[in-house]
């Protein structure tokens, strides 16, 4: 399909939802709404099946099972939400064609679920948008619109087409059928996991955390749904101390998914009524979980997805209600999608090693004679170091006029207890390494 560039325009701001609305939304029959959902999605959306996790249970202390949407169809559970949405259009909305904004998953489920329902598709991307995201939302046969260089501009295009040229706006997350969307996934968890106590969210526009406390206080409100997000993503945390939605200043975080200034209206009146705790993450334990994750299940999930996993080692220090409640724990963490590219994995592999000890970066300078070059090499080899890389540069010396070589070596290790006995054994032999990383 194609692709279009446009200009920015500041004319049309993102659109929020009216209190009246909010309070509609809030008054309808839950219970049948996520039955209908439920419906709706079967065939479509994938019953992702729960994977117990020793290594996070035994990390924990509690019974870990996960529930993978980063498994599903288009490799997010934002399937859910836009296929509801979508399914719940006339013939005649359909007819007008869909619009909406997203820099990635939202895209992919929105152009999906069109394509199943038969309606045109238009959507709205940042200039910043990854051409491999574009290209996974056109292969669904969706028109792309590059617009604006964040999402808040691209949104606000699209709000722009649905006025001027009548389409169906979909939002990401602040519109009740999207949120019901999402809340089939707490239907799959009580349902397979009928022993759960706990259920851990990763929390950005507010519609998957939303629709997951909507569905399991409506159907099993003893079972505790607690809400994670990066300590760089503020928005939730003001809000809650607010009592109202409280957009951030800025946001700085790496997963990407959950990445939004301004939570949703209706997302905001649900959680603030539903959720019973929030719990921060650092950026240091969203990629551990990255890295766990392949290391251990062999399963790829992003950023955003893996923020409920990062949660899952201080629910007992950051979540009063959590570690106050008696009995055993049966907690389910929901890793909300997987859509990540090569390059990041191998940035979040490499800080992962690094912060495990697992390589280390040293320099040390080196009398400019014959033999030193080897002896170094020998040593690492004695004490099972594999050499990754390494420079050996007369110029990099601290001075230019000594008779000395500066080395770097970056070396493949076993912890830390072993990057302390090689940096050991270099000093018994007469060197002085600085370690780098």
């Known amino acids: 399909m194609d692709m279009r560039r446009v200009s920015p325009t500041a004319a049309h701001t993102i659109a929020h939802m009216e209190q009246t609305d909010v309070l509609k939304a809030l008054q309808r029959d839950h219970a049948a709404e996520l039955k209908l959902a439920a419906e709706r999605l079967k065939g479509t959306a994938r019953h992702t099946e729960i994977i117990p996790s020793p290594v996070l249970s035994e990390m924990t202390g509690h019974k870990i099972l996960l529930k993978p949407e980063n498994l599903q169809v288009t490799g997010s559970f934002k399937i859910r939400g836009a296929y509801n949405k979508i399914a719940s259009l006339s013939d005649e909305e359909l007819a007008r064609g869909i619009v909406t904004a997203s820099a990635g998953n939202h895209a992919q489920g929105v152009a999906y679920a069109a394509r199943e329902r038969g309606a045109k598709a238009t959507i709205c991307m940042p200039t910043i948008t990854p051409p491999l995201k574009v290209d996974a939302t056109k292969a669904y046969g969706a028109d792309v619109v590059l617009h604006g260089d964040v999402f808040d501009e691209a949104a606000a295009y699209a709000a722009k087409l649905a006025d001027e040229q009548g389409m169906i706006y979909v939002p990401p997350f602040d519109d009740y059928e999207v949120i019901c969307g999402q809340g089939t996934i707490g239907l799959e968890i009580l349902e397979d996991v009928p022993d759960v106590t ?30 994670a997000i990066p300590e760089g993503s503020p928005a939730w945390k003001d809000s809650f101390a607010a009592g109202r939605v409280t957009p951030a200043d800025q946001v700085v975080t790496s997963a990407e998914g959950v990445a939004v200034k301004h939570p949703g209206d209706l997302p905001f009146a649900l959680l603030n009524e539903f959720l019973d705790d929030l719990v921060t993450v650092t950026e240091r334990d969203i990629n551990e979980m990255i890295l766990l994750m392949l290391e251990k299940h062999k399963l790829v999930v992003e950023a955003a997805g893996a923020v409920s996993l990062a949660a899952l080692e201080h629910l007992n220090l950051r979540s009063r209600k959590f570690a106050s409640a008696p009995g055993p724990h049966v907690v389910v963490p929901i890793m909300s999608g997987g859509n990540i590219d090569t390059v990041t994995i191998g940035a979040v592999i490499q800080k992962g090693m690094i912060a495990r000890g697992r390589i280390m970066n040293f320099e040390v300078e080196l009398p400019d004679v014959p033999g030193q070059l ?64």
């Not at 969210?201 to 406390?213: D, T």
């Not at 390494?390 to 770097?408: I, P």
């Open 198 to 227: 706990d259920v851990v969210v990763p929390l950005g526009g507010g519609g998957l955390g939303a629709g997951v406390a909507l569905a399991i206080k409506t159907f099993k409100p003893q079972v505790r749904v607690i809400g």
């Open 374 to 437: 080897v002896k170094v090499a020998t040593l690492l080899a004695n004490e099972r170091a594999n050499v990754i890389a390494l420079d050996h540069d007369q110029f990099k010396a601290s001075g230019h006029y000594t008779n000395s070589v500066a080395l770097d070596v970056t070396v493949e290790t076993n912890g830390p207890d072993h990057i302390d006995r090689i940096l050991a054994a270099l000093k018994a032999a007469g060197f002085s390494p600085k370690r780098i990383y």
